[in-house]
């Protein structure tokens, strides 16, 4: 397991067994294109990714779920279109451009291959790096000390940069360095690349790949490397796919040797890749370029927790994963459930993207949360497509989404095709953007169509039952109970939307008007301040009936239960109504709400830690918030739902950042003023850290005595403090005694 250190995760030793888990958690990347953390002498498969936003293809997905309950065979598998289910969309997996491999005097440098003396590998969080160091002895008992470092340029998403310094600590042996690119990668397990041309030329090496049949996408990827230290030709010694070359030297003893790569990849969605593009400046220069700009991102995505390492590192790493998730240039494609990190869940854009993972990039990096949303206004039009084919008016937008916004849900699951919460989910994400950057431009050019194709959507999907409008026949958030009527979540924010797009419709001069479906919409809500989940959720068993064996936990599931018969829920439903949504639904009672849905939810999803972290904080449970906010940040880390291998559970990873802000800080950003109620955790000595609202910059720093904001903002923004209205601009900080 790796060892939290403030700015790095640490693995101590080298242990086969974590290899997989850890090559996730030690993803390099830039928004652009995620680098698992297989090892430059050699990526295994399923170890070894290199995934570049947006470029996909079809593969043959091998599914064998077997429903062994009521619950499973009637409400979660539809074994019948499972028998048709084969192909389905998915991130490609590129050629492996790390290969980087040492001889000494013939024999190879590999982990499982000699003694292994003493191991180190960190990610540094503050510089994006990868750091490897190794002392290794081979058969014959020469020790050679090897340091890697690598990193994904945030200057210039194309550029990948690696540097190896090898000394010889008891030898003069000959040393022979392999760098170039193995094409022979898989995804999936299978073979979907092809090598349209591939050449080998002095230290120089291009491939030029077709990543599918289905959309033909193509990449380039030339490497250049160069040997320091050492005078020595470089050789042609491709071989099976593999396109190399290798340079050999005598090395002395007790000299340090360096070897750098510099790598450029690119896509024919953004550019010609038949050509190779020659990198020639030096590792140093890339990564100074690097740095000054992932200095910025960095700093501001920031929280420092004084006081507790464990919570500060935690927070640091989940941050880390988060900035490198999301493109910072482009809107080709949004932010997927799994990042960059891996090929589980095919990198497909789920509602995650706008309600758990947009929060962060909204205050802390504006542009790239722009660029989230532009990736739902270039589906549009496919979404419009979609409501027309399910027989209703307005956008119906993909559950799944790929490249073009169809909907790619696994055709045999029954319950995602009912999670039409996503075309609520799309607008608060837009709603969310605009309340905290004042950007009316990007509402006024893009974001109000998208609104209103949704609102016409809500406007042929509701259902006038006893004189109200209910939403019927639906899976909520909570996917273990589908099937359901008027569910909470749902109908709380399906009425928040059609009232804001009214709103915003008045102020542009239009004539969108939703108010008498918001009016009439019904918001389930017990006598006692209780929400149900959904209709009849009361009347359902307090325990779980469990049936069948092993293979419905499959499914993301705790036990073989008979959900539909329980009141048990796999993640928040309700809860998020007030964390997430930031809504104080009037007459409902927040701290019944959370004590009881809390001991209802297994939390079998990820994203169930965060908005837990969030309402605990709210009712004062501040061990509670605590160790759920752990849970967030250590996900992966700890393997929780022992699948860290397939790729880190990006959604969850960003509720750590926003737990402390909302839940922890107590910030909530309105349109008008910014709200703060803080919840203090005994044992932090201080915590600090920035956010942009309106575009300024806003710095906090809260410890156990007093909470202060400043900003650099020379118009006043108003802030109500634990109730009190106060002023806050750059003449005037707010410090306010806790």
């Not at 030898?171 to 193995?182: L, N």
């Not at 849970?631 to 393997?639: F, G, N």
Request: charged content about 25%.
């Amino acid at each position: 397991m790796l060892k939290p250190s403030v700015t790095k995760f640490v693995e101590e030793s080298y242990r086969i067994e974590e290899e997989a888990a850890n090559s996730a958690l030690f993803t390099t990347g830039n928004g652009y294109i995620g680098v698992r953390g297989s090892f430059e002498e050699y990526g295994s498969i399923r170890i070894q990714g290199a995934y570049i936003r947006g470029v996909f293809d079809e593969i043959i997905e091998v599914m064998e779920p077997f429903a062994d309950n009521e619950y499973m065979k009637k409400y979660y598998i539809d074994e019948e279109k499972l028998r048709n289910f084969e192909y389905q969309d998915s991130v490609i997996n590129n050629v492996d451009f790390l290969l980087l491999r040492f001889s000494i005097d013939g024999e190879t440098f590999y982990t499982w291959e000699g003694k292994i003396l003493s191991w180190e590998r960190y990610i540094d969080m503050t510089n994006e790096t990868l750091v490897r160091k190794v002392r290794w002895e081979n058969t014959k008992g020469d020790v050679t000390d090897f340091e890697f470092e690598r990193f994904s340029s945030f200057a210039n998403d194309h550029v990948y940069c690696l540097k190896v310094k090898v000394t010889p600590v008891n030898h003069s042996k000959k040393i022979e360095v392999m760098s170039g690119i193995d094409t022979r990668v898989k995804t999936g397990g299978q073979k979907i690349t092809t090598v349209i041309s591939g050449k080998v030329w002095e230290n120089k090496a291009f491939a030029h790949v077709n990543m599918g049949k289905k959309y033909g996408f193509e990449t380039g990827t030339t490497t250049v490397t160069n040997l320091y230290g050492a005078e020595a030709a470089w050789k042609d010694n491709s071989e099976n796919g593999v396109l190399s070359s290798a340079a050999e030297f005598t090395a002395e003893q007790g000299k340090t040797y360096e070897v750098e790569k510099c790598v450029y990849i690119s896509s024919s969605r953004e550019e010609d890749v038949s050509q190779p593009v020659i990198l020639e400046k030096r590792y140093a220069e890339y990564f100074d370029e690097h740095m000054a700009e992932y200095k910025k991102v960095f700093e501001l995505a920031d929280i420092a927790i004084e006081g507790d390492e464990l919570a500060d590192s935690g927070v640091r790493f989940a941050n880390y994963h988060s900035i490198i998730s999301a493109s910072r240039n482009d809107s080709v494609h949004s932010i997927a459930a799994k990042g960059l990190t891996g090929e589980r869940y095919n990198d497909f854009v789920w509602w995650d993207c706008e309600i758990y993972q947009l929060p962060i990039f909204i205050h802390i990096a504006p542009e790239a949360a722009k660029h989230a949303l532009m990736y739902r206004y270039n589906c549009l039009k496919k979404a419009k497509e979609n409501a027309k084919a399910a027989g209703f008016s307005g956008a119906k937008y993909a559950f799944c989404s790929s490249v073009e916004g169809d909907e790619r849900v696994w055709e045999y699951a029954r319950h995602p095709f009912m999670q039409i919460h996503i075309n609520a989910d799309i607008a608060w994400g837009i709603i969310n953007y605009v309340t905290v950057t004042g950007d009316k431009e990007f509402l006024k050019d893009y974001g109000m169509e998208m609104l209103v194709e949704l609102c016409e959507y809500w406007r042929s999907r509701v259902e006038e039952v006893n004189g109200r409008y209910e939403i019927l026949r639906v899976t909520g958030t909570d996917e273990h109970h589908p099937y359901v009527n008027n569910d909470a979540y749902t109908n709380y924010l399906v009425k928040y939307v059609l009232e804001k797009t009214t709103e915003y419709a008045k102020t542009f001069g239009m004539d969108n008007d939703y108010s008498d479906i918001a009016e009439k919409l019904y918001q389930p809500l017990d006598k006692c301040g209780l929400i149900p989940q959904f209709d009849g959720y009361f009347g359902l068993s307090r325990t779980l009936e469990e049936a069948g064996g092993s293979a419905a936990t499959g499914f993301q599931m705790k036990k073989s239960g008979l959900y539909h018969k329980s009141q048990v829920i796999k993640q928040p439903d309700v809860m998020l109504i007030y964390s997430y949504l930031n809504m104080k639904p009037e007459n409902a009672n927040y701290a019944l709400n959370w004590d009881y849905y809390e001991k209802m939810c297994e939390s079998s999803s990820s994203l169930s830690f965060a908005p837990h972290s969030i309402c605990a904080a709210d009712n004062g449970r501040i061990l509670s918030a605590y160790n759920y906010l752990i849970e967030t940040a250590y996900i992966d880390v700890y393997d929780i739902h022992k699948c860290s291998w397939q790729g880190v559970h990006s959604g969850c990873l960003v509720g750590a950042w926003y737990a402390v802000f909302r839940g922890f800080a107590g910030i909530v950003c309105r349109e008008d003023c910014i709200e703060v109620n803080p919840h203090q955790v005994p044992w932090w000595d201080k915590v600090s850290f920035s956010f942009m609202y309106k575009g300024s910059k806003i710095s906090v720093t809260m410890t156990p005595c007093e909470y202060t904001l400043k900003t650099d903002s020379e118009e006043e923004i108003d802030v109500i403090f634990k109730g009190e209205r106060k002023s806050l601009c750059a003449k005037s900080e707010i410090c306010e005694a806790l």
